[in-house]
Every structure is written in C-alpha cells, then in structure tokens.
C-alpha cells in the first residue's frame, strides 16, 4: 500500500527559540497498514520528500515490495520537514526561513508518532539531513527504536558543512537565479573532483558551445528549480546547518549515552560533506560508551569515487551493509 498525503495538524508549537506555531505536519505510508507490522521511520535528506519509494520514490532501490526495507514485512513511515514545499501549499511554507532548528524537526516528529501511536520502530533511518534528524530524534527518544540506522550524515554539522550553507544562503539571498546557482554550487559539495573526470574527462558539448560539465550543473540548476521552491530550499539549508546532538548536554557521550538502539552507521569513504574521519571518531566513542551498556555498534564503509551522493548511487553497497538488519 502507497498512501496519498496525510496531515497531523500540531497546533501551538513552541519553537526552541521561543515561537509559537502551528504546523500542518504532512507523512505518507508504505506497507501493511499501522499496527500490523514493524515499522521503519525514514527521514528525508535536503531536497528530499515524504515519496521514499514507489515509481517516483527517492529511495526506492532500498524501500519497497522485496526490497531491503520490504514493505511486504514493513510499515515505512515517511514525514515531510515542515516548510520543504512537497504538499504544493503556499500556508504550509515559512516567511521566516530560521524557524525550525533539527532539534524542533525531531520533536514535530516525536509529536506526529504520539498521535499516531507509534511508540515503538523497528529502525529510525535517515540519510544526509535526514540522518542527523534521525541522530536528533534518537537523543530526545532514546528507547524509540531497536535500530538507528544513519547513512552519509554526522550527528553534528561541522565547521565545514556550517561553512558551506553560509555560502549556500549567500546565494539564495543574493544570486538573481538563486535556486539554479545554489544547486550548482552545492552539486559541487555531494560528488568529488574524481567523479567528474570519470563521467565528463574535460569533453565539449559544441552545439551549446560548453564543457559537458557546465551543461550538466545548468541542467541539475533548472531541474530543482522546477521541483523545488526558494523559501524551502532557504529553510532545509538552514535546518542542515544545525545538527548538534549535544546540545543541551556537556558533550556527544553524554547526550548519546541513553540511545538504547543498536546504532548503525554507514559512511562513504569519499564524502567531504560529512566525513570519514568525523564518523571513525563518532564510532570509537559510541564503542566506548557500549563496552558498558552493551548495545551493537555498526560501521559500514561505502567505496566510492562519487562522494555524498553516493549513499543515492551505490546501491549494491548500501543495500548489502542494511541487509542483515533488515532481513
């Protein structure tokens, strides 16, 4: 079952930062219907949606009828970040882009599985944003789920992911095409150097008078900018650049110390947005934690040339790393 878009209204919502607002807070279903079967919450990376799987669905070479997350065995959950613009409804979208932290993500979704009852997940997946959402909401429901499962993201944004969305909100804020030149540079962020000499090797296309690389980042510009709206793509960047776990506690073993899921974590080796090197470090801490609690830790390393965007690309990788828990 694929369901249509769904909508719990959370009404008076009280921001970190003091705001009162109400939220339509919209979610679709995969699988067997609610109560029938394990269910999988899956959270959605920048320019991303609640469509996880189907014919148009993002991840639909993981989610799915016989896929790794099945939806045969599966109840898959997906909520839109409020403000992304996926419903097409211009009140559903935010004036003030700075509203929502990822701290008010994870607590509108805590919110959202209250009113459907879900007190319980198979596995709470996200990747990218979604992933640190994901890192978000297991700090502020620590026995939410048996499995926490985060793919090509960090519980934290560093200096570098913060650095780059300053820049990505200079140009939404300035550029004449800011949804085209944002998309442009951020492409920049989720490959490498590598995967453009593999895909282009400096060729030309001579009847647009260009390398193919040129025509390639003007093309992803325009396509986002069919698909996505400014204001969301201004509110998803900021939300990104405020992942932080520890926030609120004095450092990232205290705040991850009562996280009773068994934690996965799947980094690409190749990802300059959130690193190798940032998640060895996460991974040898959360061991240390666990010698005491005695909860599985995880590390699965996707081999890629093609940089963040591999975890969208490797799937064969990916889907072998997730298939012992899922299965």
């Not at 560093?158 to 140009?171: H, L, R, Y």
């Not at 260009?210 to 390639?216: A, K, P, Q, T």
Request: aromatic residues 10%.
């Amino acid at each position: 079952m694929n369901s249509e878009l769904t909508y719990i209204p959370i009404e008076n919502y009280i921001t970190y930062a003091g705001e009162t607002v109400n939220v339509d807070l919209s979610y679709q279903l995969f699988g067997p219907k609610l109560g029938t079967a394990p269910i999988v919450l899956v959270t959605h990376a920048l320019t991303g949606n609640s469509q996880v799987s189907g014919a148009r669905g993002w991840w639909n070479s993981l989610v799915g009828a016989e896929k790794v997350v099945d939806t045969n065995k599966y109840t898959v959950v997906a909520f839109n970040i409020p403000g992304n613009g996926y419903d097409g409804k211009p009140e559903n979208l935010y004036d003030n882009y700075k509203i929502f932290t990822a701290k008010d993500i994870a607590r509108l979704f805590s919110l959202a599985l209250e009113e459907l009852n879900i007190t319980r997940l198979f596995a709470n997946v996200g990747g990218s944003l979604g992933g640190g959402i994901a890192w978000e909401l297991s700090v502020l429901k620590p026995n939410l789920a048996k499995n926490l499962v985060v793919v090509a993201t960090d519980w934290k944004a560093t200096d570098w992911v913060i650095a780059n969305t300053k820049i990505q909100d200079a140009i939404l804020l300035n550029s004449c095409n800011p949804l085209q030149d944002a998309r442009m540079h951020a492409m920049l962020m989720y490959r490498t150097p590598e995967s453009f000499t593999m895909k282009f090797n400096r060729t030309k296309n001579e009847s647009l008078g260009m390398f193919n690389i040129e025509s390639w980042l003007q093309y992803h510009g325009k396509k986002l900018e069919e698909r996505f709206q400014l204001s969301a793509y201004k509110q998803l960047n900021y939300i990104l650049s405020t992942i932080d776990v520890s926030s609120g506690y004095n450092n990232f073993k205290e705040a991850v110390y009562a996280i009773t899921a068994d934690i996965h974590v799947v980094t690409v080796d190749s990802d300059a947005l959130f690193t190798l090197k940032e998640d060895k470090v996460t991974v040898s801490q959360l061991r240390e934690i666990r010698q005491r609690t005695g909860q599985k830790v995880t590390h699965q390393v996707i081999r890629s040339i093609h940089g963040h965007d591999a975890f969208l690309i490797e799937y064969d990788q990916l889907d072998g790393f997730l298939e012992p828990i899922f299965k």
